[in-house]
């Protein structure tokens, strides 16, 4: 009520002749509540599947994949009756926002798949842009030599959605001694004096701070291989696209829009592996050494 009030204020004031909503996760939807109210046009862009699910990375508490179709299935246990009411209540709240707004935008035809399926009509398609970090600088790029560990790189962060667990899993699982050494992007830490090492089944595995937007170039001319397990559906898959660009190995689930860069592409890249699939990865992975070499 407090942000409905002052964005009902902050409208009038400035007389804005349309609003577009990005990701209001922690806003609320309350700012698109005041404009209805101001009879204010408002466009929405899904970056992510909030609109349809508690759980905007349609992945459960237990690691579970959610129907976004079914409102109460992000639930994992039998919800009880006030679960319900509010999971009911949620929807029809945020579904009658969404049927007002004049434009209801995808950033990708995956996920535009993914919105028609919960039951969300007319959403139409704005791919997403990335920035290229290919390098430009020569002395950061490096020889690359058999006795010199592959360098293999997860963005995502250590959430369950992103598949953190699966690749810790997989390296756990797959035969030691390979010629590989891991980085692990850690939200949790601040700085660089943050970062860490730790060995999982002998790789040695380093976790690091997030890298500023500015530096990223620098930090994939570093890596050889970026891995994306991700289990949810990905909307659009930045991280992939930018790998990519930087001539990267990519090892990437087909999971919604984040491995179209690599099936739409005449030429391998990367390897396609199905979601949530420990196998997949422990062969994708193992595979590095070799697949990297006819890269190169």
Sequence with gaps: EDIEAFCSQFFKDEKFDLIQCHCCQILTASPLVAAQKLDIPYEIIMHDAWWMSEEQFLVSPAGRLINPADPLDHIDDEPCEEEKSDAYARRESLYTILAGADRRIAVSAAFQKVCESAGISDVVVQENQFTSMANTDPQTKRERSDKIPIKICHIGGMSLHKGY????????????????????????????TD???????????RFIAPVPMDEMNLFYASQEVLVAPSIWPESFGLVTREALSARLWVIASNSGALAEPLLNSESP????????????????????????????
């Design 269 to 296: 890249h990367g390897t396609v592996v199905r979601p949530n699939e420990l196998d997949d990865l422990i062969q994708a992975l193992t595979d590095c050494p070799h697949r990297l070499r006819e890269h190169l």
């Design 165 to 192: 667990q699966l690749l810790r899993r997989a390296v756990h699982s797959m035969q030691p001694g390979l010629n590989l050494e891991f980085t692990v992007v850690d939200h949790r830490l601040s700085t660089k």
């Design 195 to 205: 970062e860490y090492d730790a060995s999982w089944n002998g790789y040695p595995v």
